[in-house]
């Protein structure tokens, strides 16, 4: 009985000596891994739907990415509150049921207020529910994180998209209408109106830009320049500890 006794006290105090704790990511690396490191437009290639299908101009680009911005902020935000009374079993439908909530709040405020924008946007408004992004974070980081850190996650992972969302339908605009951010004044108000820029003739734009192969063109040149600066910054730090070799 004694050696019994004896033995599962060492195990006992193995497993507390060898419990292992797992770091959690600090609030500059969450940040820097939504907006470039594992930016969801560029990299994990989520939301190509809206992505393509919106950017013709970059109003619309900029009013679909706030408002997935909204929408992940806030469903982060309240997924990472009640994930300790969410059941496993259940946790995907009350997800979708969350998200689609605060669409609905979001659409029928753009409706409302932006009535240009949301006859742009039309149906992919609605489809932020759907977006892979959006339920992509709840399930691999809110659901499992803290407030805090799942706000911070839901933000940098919405701008990161809103980011390229812009950038393409900026680049998209210009090559395709010889314009940019026509349309601003409806979207931030008459003081904004001064941003949009016609900046050559209609006779020397490229149709295709605003086309959905356009679309496609425009993500792979984006997607090949984080690909060359990643590798530039690669190969730099490898020649930094690269040993030279000592000539005799």
Not at 125 to 139: D, F, H, K, Y
Not at 203 to 224: C, D, E, Q, R
Request: proline share 3%.
């Amino acid at each position: 009985m004694s050696d019994l006794k004896d033995t599962e006290t060492v195990h006992g105090t193995l497993d507390k000596d060898y419990k292992v704790k797992v770091k959690k990511p600090s609030f500059i690396s969450i940040f820097v891994k939504g907006i470039w490191k594992e930016n969801p437009g560029l990299c994990q290639l989520l939301g190509l739907c809206p992505l393509l299908a919106v950017s013709s101009t970059a109003t619309s680009a900029l009013g679909l990415g706030i408002a997935t911005i909204i929408v992940m902020i806030f469903s982060s935000l309240l997924i990472s509150l009640m994930r300790k009374f969410i059941l496993q079993e259940v946790r995907i439908p009350i997800y979708i049921v969350v998200i689609a909530s605060l669409v609905t709040i979001v659409r029928f405020e753009v409706e409302a207020y932006f009535p240009n924008l949301y006859d742009t946007l039309g149906i992919y408004l609605s489809l932020i529910v759907t977006n892979c992004i959006i339920m992509g974070r709840a399930e691999a980081f809110a659901g499992k994180n803290d407030v805090f850190r799942s706000t911070i996650d839901a933000f940098s992972s919405g701008l990161g998209f809103s980011i390229v969302l812009f950038a393409l339908g900026s680049i998209r605009e210009i090559l395709g209408n010889g314009t940019w951010f026509i349309g601003a004044s409806d979207l931030l108000g008459p003081f904004a109106s001064f941003l949009e820029t016609r900046l050559y003739d209609e006779s020397y734009t490229y149709i295709i830009a605003i086309l959905p192969p356009g679309g496609f063109f425009v993500l792979a040149l984006l997607i090949a320049f984080k690909n060359f600066l990643d590798n530039l910054k690669k190969n730099r730090e490898d020649r930094r500890f690269k040993i030279k070799s000592i000539k005799v």
